[in-house]
């Protein structure tokens, strides 16, 4: 049962337009949730990340959205840049122990930023 | 060092053979996981280390995975008896105990069982 869902498996943008990534949760209990990027044949690599007792958190052209009643983030990247092209996975944790307790990861998403 | 260094970056084996995949995390660094990502999918956690010891082995899936760090750095995960499904990418990461930056991960090590 997959807890952490990316229903997106890809996206497509124009450079200078935003990227929206969605994903949905359904664990009430998960208390912290994190983005990383992913480029081919590297480890992922931590973005941002928001603590469930927060809505948005930003920094620089990426703002994560909590909406904790949906059981839904979305992470916004703006404006985007072909460097931004990359795979990108919502993950979360549960139990307190922030972003350095075990984490369940989504299935990514794939965005492509043309030029 | 600079970042998480795992290697083998690539491993082929044959099916039955026993593997080990070794992780150097970053220096400081007391936290340390085992991540397995097939593909298609996102990393699938395996154990998590505090130290030397196993804090949580909850994600591993069966007998003939097992994971040491006897010193509180290196790390090594170990499969016995390969299977083809085990064929997949290794992913370590490291951390401090606590703090909002998340892990960092090490590049991997693709395991092939043919």
């Known amino acids: 049962d997959q807890q952490v869902k990316q229903n997106s498996p890809s996206l497509s943008v124009q450079e200078g337009r935003i990227s929206i990534l969605n994903c949905d949760y359904t664990?009430?209990?998960?208390?912290?949730f994190l983005w990383y990027k992913k480029y081919p044949a590297e480890g992922p690599t931590f973005l941002i990340s928001?603590?469930?007792?927060?809505d948005k958190n930003e920094d620089g052209r990426f703002t994560v959205f909590l909406n904790k009643s949906a059981k839904h983030l979305s992470l916004h990247i703006v404006p985007s840049q072909p460097g931004d092209s990359a795979v990108y996975f919502c993950?979360?944790?549960?139990?307190?122990?922030?972003?350095?307790?075990?984490?369940?990861f989504g299935t990514g998403t794939l965005l492509a930023v043309q030029p | 060092g600079a970042g998480v260094s795992q290697t083998p970056s690539n491993k082929v084996t044959e099916k039955g053979k026993y593997v080990e995949l070794r992780c150097d995390p970053i220096?400081?660094?007391?936290?340390l996981y085992w991540y397995r990502q097939s593909l298609g999918q996102g990393p699938e956690f395996l154990i998590y280390?505090?130290?030397?010891?196993?804090?949580?082995d909850s994600g591993l899936p069966n007998d003939r995975f097992f994971a040491v760090r006897p010193e509180g750095s290196v790390s090594t995960l170990k499969i016995q008896r390969t299977e083809r499904g085990d064929s997949a990418v290794y992913l370590c990461?490291?951390?401090?105990?606590?703090?909002?930056?998340?892990?960092?991960f090490g590049s991997g090590t693709r395991l092939t069982v043919v």
């Open positions: 990461a490291s951390s401090r105990p606590a703090g909002a930056g998340g892990y960092t």
């Open positions: 664990n009430s209990m998960f208390d912290y």
């Open positions: 928001i603590s469930s007792i927060k």
């Open positions: 993950a979360a944790s549960g139990t307190g122990g922030g972003a350095t307790n075990k984490l369940i």
């Open positions: 220096s400081g660094h007391t936290a």
């Open positions: 280390f505090q130290g030397t010891g196993a804090a949580d």
